[in-house]
Every structure is written in structure tokens, then in C-alpha cells.
Nanobody
Framework: QVQLVESGGGLVQAGGSLRLSCAAS????????MGWFRQAPGKERERVAH????????SYADSVKGRFTISRDNAKNTVYLQMNSLQPEDTAVYYC?????????????????WGQGTQVTVSS
């Protein structure tokens, strides 16, 4: 069992930055692929980025490439999402998720555990 707790969300002006953190419980965190997803009101949940269990492989949605960076620190059981050049369309609830697949995919159905989410609001 893995429990995930996100933090770092908030209100920021367009062009600003935020760093989200996701702290995981359990001794097997380093064996899980991790992903960040987001869901805006009235929209489906979409994958933002994911990272393999080693951290060597990452993937991003086209909409955030070059602006967001996913990383992980297995010693701290934490995965991060650095978000730069934020735009109003980035406004959503952001969730981290863990999958037992070492190299995750963009499909939410692959993920076994989810955090409760953290709100990110970008004002224009």
C-alpha cells in the first residue's frame, strides 16, 4: 500500500512558478513509476508528466513541454513537479499517482494509488 500526499499548490499570476511535491509512504516507493495528472472543472483528467522508478525516463504532455519538469528523490520518497511560465489554462487540481509499472504510461488506468490533489490557480 502506498499513500500519497501532494503539497505546493496555490494561486499564482500568469508567468509565475510553483513547485508541487508528493510525499509517499512505504518502503517500496523507489520501485514505483510516478505520474502527475491534472483535472480542470468540466474536463477529463489528463496526464501532465510521468517518471520511471529510476528517474532516468520522463515524459510530458505537449502542453507543458519546456515549462514543467518532473523529478524524484527516492531517498526522500518524494516526487516533484516544477512548473514555470504558468498560464491560466494550467489551472486545475493536480494529482500525483503511483504505478507498479517501473516505466509508467500516460493512462490513468495504469496507476494504482492516487493522492488527494492540490489546487493550482493561475490568474491572468
Amino acid at each position: 500500500q502506498v499513500q500519497l500526499v501532494e503539497s505546493g499548490g496555490g494561486l499564482v499570476q500568469a508567468g509565475g512558478s510553483l513547485r508541487l511535491s508528493c510525499a509517499a509512504s512505504g518502503r517500496t516507493f523507489s520501485t514505483y513509476g510516478m505520474g502527475w495528472f491534472r483535472q480542470a472543472p468540466g474536463k477529463e483528467r489528463e496526464r501532465v508528466a510521468h517518471i520511471s522508478w529510476t528517474g532516468r525516463s520522463t515524459s510530458y504532455a505537449d502542453s507543458v513541454k519546456g515549462r514543467f519538469t518532473i523529478s524524484r528523490d527516492n531517498a526522500k520518497n518524494t516526487v516533484y513537479l516544477q512548473m514555470n511560465s504558468l498560464q491560466p489554462e494550467d489551472t486545475a487540481v493536480y494529482y500525483c499517482a503511483a504505478t507498479k509499472w517501473a516505466v509508467p504510461s500516460s493512462s490513468p488506468g495504469q496507476y494504482n494509488y492516487w493522492g488527494q490533489g492540490t489546487q493550482v490557480t493561475v490568474s491572468s
